[in-house]
């Protein structure tokens, strides 16, 4: 990049916590200034949170870079930390898991009966053959099994490596070869979209292809008929039948946890590699930062799939290691009628909320009733992962979902990271709608230029990291050089994460997307992300995707693919006159170089499956080539009737 990404968008609003908020807060601003003191120091700290069966030696052993081993020497189990010592200290009886299904079923888990399955499932696996360093699969749909089978493996020291319940054969059978897995642990399916869905189908083929499958679990969730193999193991006949006592064993701090596989675009996914003590020090401590769990009194939801890091750590192990009381929800929002999440809230009095921007987003496009229709009142704090999310997402999801006094944490973080990284705190930051605000205490977080340079205040650049942290991936599954290319070659000594951010006037982060996004128009870098935002500021648009296309006299130019909100006419001159308003809208917002040279009013966005959208298809469109891989994609039917609309425009 040859000169530093723009600094477009102003925006002054602000928002303190509520008071009372920030009087109990779990974390108050002192834990900034004892970080900065003494960051190992701090980590340590955090450590103790946890249980562990023999301390470490040394906090951090950074002697090989890029290689960390944090706690060293120490030793713990991490199903023991989430389950044994809450049922220890009489919380038994308490609510681990509200589950509720998708055609309206629901299940309640004690912290007892989670630790009772846990042991149960600990057992079967060992029966199976599963020793410690071995790795298995997961392939569940939304059901309290999924935690119950991480949490076993955990238990036993085998490494996990969860796989998307939407990902194809070959996706699956990519990630249990890469592994060399042994056993998978899958349903006969899961509720979507008010049918059964099946999964074991997708397991048998992916298994065929896989000589390392010794066997497969296979939970009873939807009933329907499934094909049966020797290798075929019923969870009912074996987990539910196994003895219920299991000792832990601890394992050192740097035994390998868990793999999970980013959803590289394009080249091989890369199994991201985490390991115990520190992975779960740093979920554990942003739980109880980032969000003020209370586990007395909180009723958390977290809307991702266990197919994600964020499943991963916010819902699994940082909930869970914390003693919170949590929602799991099986199904899609909008099953059987688009307010279905704020039944939910109401349902359960859920208190503190954590979803993604394009969830926020789709809610904003279906309109305000639907939150309107229930009673939110009991939530104090939401959170945002994902994406960047736009200022009037922000400001709709405070406004609507959160009563206008609820804060929005916008957190910061990858599967490489672990844990959130960069992010307000509830009781202590002034958050800007937009914006992501300072690294947590003991990360340190920058934005540099090309050569690595801090960029002054106003200035932007891309994010790094520049001090290892507890929760750091410790390499790429069997490919350390990959590991160091990849994260650690950009810029000397740092971690490159491969996003674009800007410092502003006040050194508060707003991250700008990923790099691959930032477009070059007459010479000027111009982030995806602000004319996004800018579009979506506009109160007809509920959702925007914006690309650059090779253009022969601005070298790149702005194609904005628009998704405008549910009450807004569209069609002809309608359409044609709300075009040419936004593209002037935009001008006015960010400067006339920010114009977009196109704009599409399209009626959905291609998105993978974790919500994120792809611009390289639009990018596709826009310079009319033919589409690129599309098998990543929620929908594949998008593309059609945003091509469709494409060759109808010109
Ligand atoms: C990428 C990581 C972390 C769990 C889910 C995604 C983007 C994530 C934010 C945010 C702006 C964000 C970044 C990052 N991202 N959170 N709050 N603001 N961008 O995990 O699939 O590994 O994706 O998601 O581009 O690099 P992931």
Known sequence: MSETLANLLQENRRFEPPAALAEAANVKADAYTEADADRLEFWATQARRLDWTKPWDRILDWDNPPFAKWFVGGELNVAYNCLDRHVAAGNGDKVAIHWEGEPGDTRTLTYADLHKLTCQAANALTDLGVRAGDRVAIYLPMIPEAAVAMLACARIGATHSVVFGGFSVDALAGRIQDASAKVVITADGGYRRGKPSALKPTVDEAVAQSPTIEHVLVVRRTGEDVAWSDKDHWWHETVETAGEQHEAQPFDAEHPLFILYTSGTTAKPKGILHTTGGYLTQASYTQHAVFDLKPETDVYWCTADIGWVTGHSYIVYGPLSNGATQVMYEGTPDTPHKGRFWDIVDKYGVTILYTAPTLIRTMMKWGDEFPAAANLSSLRVLGSVGEPINPEAWMWYRKNIGHDNTPVVDTWWQTETGAIMISPLPGVTATKPGSAMRPLPGI????????????????????????????????????????????????????????????????????????????????????????????????????????????????????????????????????????????????????????????????ELPKTRSGKIMRRLLRDVAERRSLGDVTTLQDSTVMDLISDGMKSAK
Do not use: C
């Open 444 to 603: 340190s977080a920058d934005v540099v230029d090309d050569e690595g340079n801090s960029v002054p205040n106003g200035g932007g650049g891309f994010l790094v990291l520049r001090e290892p942290w507890p929760s750091m991936l410790r390499t790429i599954w069997g490919d350390d050089q990959r590991f160091v290319d990849t994260y650690w070659s950009r810029f000397q000594g740092m971690y490159f994460a491969g996003d674009g951010a800007k410092k502003d006037d006040d050194g508060d982060l707003w991250l700008l997307g990923r790099v691959d996004d930032v477009m070059l128009v007459s010479g000027h870098n111009i982030s995806t992300t602000e004319v996004e935002s800018a579009l979506v500021s506009h109160p007809s648009v509920a959702e925007a995707a914006v690309v650059g296309a090779t253009d022969p006299t601005t070298g790149q130019a702005i194609v904005a693919f628009t998704i405008p909100r549910g009450s807004v006419d569209s069609e002809g001159d309608a359409g044609e006159a709300l075009i040419k308003e936004l593209r002037d809208h935009v001008a006015k917002t960010l400067g006339p170089i920010a114009k977009p040279r196109q704009i599409m009013l399209v009626p």
